[in-house]
């Protein structure tokens, strides 16, 4: 695995939108630093979001399916569909990922949530006490690069919709951070249908400076398995983070 590879899951059905434009600033941002960057793009692909029994070559119980046991035997005998088999191996290369997606409904699009379910597997990414900062992807960094329709003022505390990392929290912390990636602060990008070009542009360009500063970017606070026992109760003095 080479820390030098950059892996982008983009999720948007219009190449010519302004989250499509978002995900060439990174590519361009990426490989002007000498990152060697692939892409998912999951409507191009028509990436299918949906967990099925036929996600499996072979199944350890073909009766009954838990889809996560089903996983790590995928896993162990080779198994798994060539679909997500060709993202998982695209993911473990890299030592970056990066999703690019506009938020629906406080959440990401179906198709991303979908890749995420069938993609992120059991006993590689995460499993018994390999979580947070014991996960599978330990020692890589993620980061989630997102539009919206909402006005800044409209998150943050106190403000109408909370805070935006409380929003995103399935997200940062439930998935990508669950399985041990050191989860960068996030690019917003507000208010994105109702402005015009010369914001849009202001915005790339601020898209351009933070993929250029990517080292220097804030890591967000997760839970560390040193604050908890072996059944995750807190220890007595410590916090979640």
């Excluded at 950059?6 to 490989?31: C, N, P, W």
């Excluded at 805070?163 to 989860?183: C, F, K, N, P, W």
């Excluded at 995750?232 to 916090?239: D, H, I, S, Y």
Aim: charged share 20%; with cysteine; hydrophobic share 45%.
């Amino acid at each position: 695995m080479s820390q030098r590879i950059a892996h982008i899951v983009y999720a948007h059905f219009e190449q010519k939108s302004f989250v499509g434009a978002m995900r060439d600033t990174v590519v361009a941002g990426l490989r002007e630093q000498g990152w060697k960057v692939t892409c998912s793009d999951l409507y191009a692909q028509r990436f299918n979001p949906v967990a099925h029994p036929d996600d499996f070559v072979e199944r350890r119980n073909p009766d009954y399916l838990v889809y996560s046991l089903e996983q790590r035997h995928a896993v162990e005998h080779e198994a798994l569909a060539p679909d997500i088999a060709a993202e998982v191996e695209s993911v473990k290369d890299a030592g970056l990922l990066v999703f690019v997606f506009p938020v629906f409904w406080f959440s990401v699009p179906a198709i991303l949530k979908g890749w995420i379910d069938r993609v992120f597997l059991s006993g590689v990414f995460y499993g018994g006490r390999r979580v947070y900062d014991r996960g599978g992807m330990v020692g890589k960094r993620a980061l989630v690069v997102t539009s919206l329709g909402g006005r800044s003022h409209m998150f943050g505390e106190g403000a109408i919709h909370g805070e935006i990392g409380t929003m995103l929290r399935h997200l940062l912390q439930g998935s990508l951070a669950y399985v041990g990636y050191d989860v960068l602060e996030p690019f917003i990008a507000y208010h994105v249908p109702y402005i015009g070009a010369t914001e849009r542009k202001e915005l790339l360009r601020d898209l351009q400076k933070a993929i250029s500063t990517l080292d220097s970017r804030q890591v967000l606070s997760m839970p560390s398995l040193n604050n908890f026992d072996d059944e995750f109760r807190p220890l007595v003095g410590r916090g979640a983070v």
